[in-house]
């Protein structure tokens, strides 16, 4: 069995902003919920038959609170924020595993649902484009990652992320902690950049482990920095691996589509629910 997660929330940015190259700034009120549900469709045509969407139901999370600069939903384009709850809804619609997220974020449930699967189950974790803060260790062993995206299979397996970075996957939290994260919003540890933050890791391991006098005043920062960047593992998502499974679109999906002015939605979801089940 096969499971992939997808991280709703960065699809739906990715497919707001291509639109734009098309649209030249005209944006459909549900134009980036098209696009990711159609992304969706592709997989469940090409046989995926377990998926779990994640999403950030609000940007703010429990990471707000340990420091002040953390991202938030400052910024986001009003045409693109109407678009959060809607994707959600027609998720459901679709009858996809959706799971809107408050407390955590979306990284943190594709990282809890990587994390429960037993060894036996290969976990597809989609890639988000970056260092996704860590990489899940049940994940790590038995998966083979792709993204609706296409990227490269192997852009978040061990020796792609040691190439990039510089370091093993286990340490890129560590990693993120020193040189900081802008898209999240902490700066890391003044003076230590992508080769120096990689030397220290490789020398002597995960922060916890630096001698006091390495980073000075900025040992207890880089600490608070390093949990901002580690995903939690313990959303509590579903109980059995059968929820995940598509078994085609509801009865709400129809009138989803006439509101997306998506009609083919409902077609090719029929169709490729019928092929599943014949399979």
Aim: charged share 20%.
């Amino acid at each position: 069995m096969v499971i992939d997660l997808v991280d709703g929330t960065y699809e739906l940015f990715r497919h707001f902003y291509g639109l734009r190259r098309f649209t030249r700034g005209a944006d459909r009120p549900y134009g980036a919920v098209t696009g990711v549900l159609n992304g969706l469709l592709q997989m469940f045509e090409g046989g995926a038959t377990h998926v779990g969407v994640a999403t950030d139901h609000v940007i703010e999370s429990f990471r707000n609170a340990l420091w002040a600069g953390y991202k938030t939903g400052a910024g986001i384009e009003p045409a693109l924020l109407a678009q959060f709850h809607p994707l959600e809804d027609a998720l459901a619609a679709m009858g996809v595993a959706v799971w809107p997220m408050t407390e955590l974020e979306a990284d943190d449930a594709t990282a809890s649902a990587a994390h429960r699967p037993p060894a036996t189950r290969a976990c597809r974790r989609c890639w988000s484009g970056r260092p996704t803060r860590t990489w899940p260790s049940a994940c790590a062993a038995t998966a083979c990652c792709r993204s609706i995206a296409r990227a490269s299979r192997s852009a978040t397996r061990p020796p792609s992320v040691r190439k990039k970075f510089g370091v093993p996957p286990e340490l890129i939290p560590d990693y993120l902690a020193l040189v900081g994260d802008a898209a999240d919003g902490y700066p890391g540890i003044k003076g230590i950049g992508a080769v120096g933050a990689a030397r220290l890791l490789n020398e002597r391991g995960p922060i916890e482990d630096f001698p006091a006098e390495v980073l000075g005043s900025g040992h207890d920062a880089a600490l608070l920095f390093k949990r901002l960047a580690t995903l939690r593992t313990d959303a509590p998502l579903f109980s059995d691996v059968d929820a995940l499974q598509w078994r085609g679109p509801t009865d709400a999906f129809a009138a989803w589509t006439e509101r997306l002015e998506a009609p083919k939605l409902l077609q090719r979801c029929q169709a490729a629910a019928a092929k599943l089940e014949s399979h």
